[in-house]
C-alpha cells in the first residue's frame, strides 16, 4: 500500500500569517494516464470532509485563492497564505492513483 | 446541486450486518464511479470500498474484504453497502464520496456503532 506521510500533524498558526503541510507519498503518484491523483480535503469538527484541491494544484469551485497546492512525483505540499479564523480543522491528503486509495494521518491546523 | 444523502446506519451487536445507503442526486449517477470512506471516532480516514460506473468492478480495503459488499443501482441513484460479521473494529462514521480518484464530493455520513 501507498503510505501517505503528512507534516506536521499539529500546526498552531496566527491568523494573518502563512502556513504550509507537507504530504510524502512513499511511491510516484503519477498514473499511467500521465495525471498525478493527489488531493487535500478540509475537515472541520462534526462535519464531512470538504475538497479543497484536487489533482495536485487545482482547486475547488469556491475554496479562496489563499489556498494553493504543489508538488509533484511523491512530495506535494498545501499553502494558505494568510490563515482565517474559518481554516481551523483537520486538513488530508489522499492518494488516488494506487489501490487501495490511502489518506495522510491529517494535520490539526488551531490559531495560537 | 449534487447531493449524497447517507443512511442505515446505527447499533448493532458483534458479528451481526448492517446495509448502507447513499443516494445521490445533482449529477449523472451512472457515468460516476463511487466510493466508501470510514472514520472511527477520533481517528482519520479509511478507504474502504468502491464501485465502478457500471457496477462491474469493485475494490475493497484488506480489513473489509469477505465481509463487506458494494453494489449501486444506477435506475434509482443509489449506492449501497452490505457489512457482514462487524465488529468492534468497524465502529465509525460511514461516507460516502464521488468518484474513486478525486473524491470530488461527500456525503454527510451515517455512524455505525458496533456493540454488545
Known amino acids: 500500500d ?84 474559518e481554516d481551523v480543522g483537520v486538513y488530508y491528503c489522499m492518494q488516488g492513483t494506487h489501490w487501495p486509495r490511502t489518506f495522510g494521518q491529517g494535520t490539526t491546523v488551531d490559531i495560537k | 446541486e449534487v447531493q449524497l444523502l447517507d443512511s442505515g446506519g446505527g447499533l448493532v451487536q458483534p458479528g451481526g450486518s448492517l446495509r448502507l445507503s447513499c443516494a445521490a442526486s445533482g449529477f ?51 449506492l449501497s453497502l452490505q457489512m457482514n460479521s462487524l465488529s468492534a473494529e468497524d465502529t465509525a462514521v460511514y461516507y460516502c464520496a464521488r468518484d474513486t480518484m478525486t473524491f470530488s464530493n461527500w456525503g454527510q455520513g451515517t455512524l455505525v456503532t458496533v456493540s454488545s
Open chain 1, 2 to 85: 501507498v503510505v501517505m506521510t503528512q507534516s506536521p500533524l499539529s500546526l498552531p498558526v496566527t491568523l494573518g500569517q502563512p502556513a504550509s503541510i507537507s504530504c510524502r507519498s512513499s511511491q510516484s503518484l503519477v498514473n499511467s494516464d500521465g495525471n498525478t491523483y493527489l488531493n487535500w480535503f478540509h475537515q472541520r469538527p462534526g462535519q464531512s470532509p470538504r475538497r479543497l484541491i484536487y489533482k495536485v494544484s487545482n482547486r475547488d469551485s469556491g475554496v479562496p485563492d489563499r489556498f494553493s497546492g504543489s508538488g509533484s512525483g511523491t512530495d506535494f505540499t498545501l499553502k494558505i497564505s494568510r490563515v482565517e479564523a
Open chain 2, 28 to 78: 449523472t449517477f451512472s457515468i460516476s464511479a463511487m466510493s466508501w470512506v470510514r472514520q472511527a471516532p477520533g481517528k482519520g480516514l479509511e478507504w474502504v470500498s468502491a464501485i465502478t460506473p457500471s457496477g462491474s468492478s469493485t475494490y475493497y480495503a484488506d480489513s473489509v474484504k469477505g465481509r463487506f459488499t458494494i453494489s449501486r443501482d444506477n435506475s434509482k441513484d443509489t
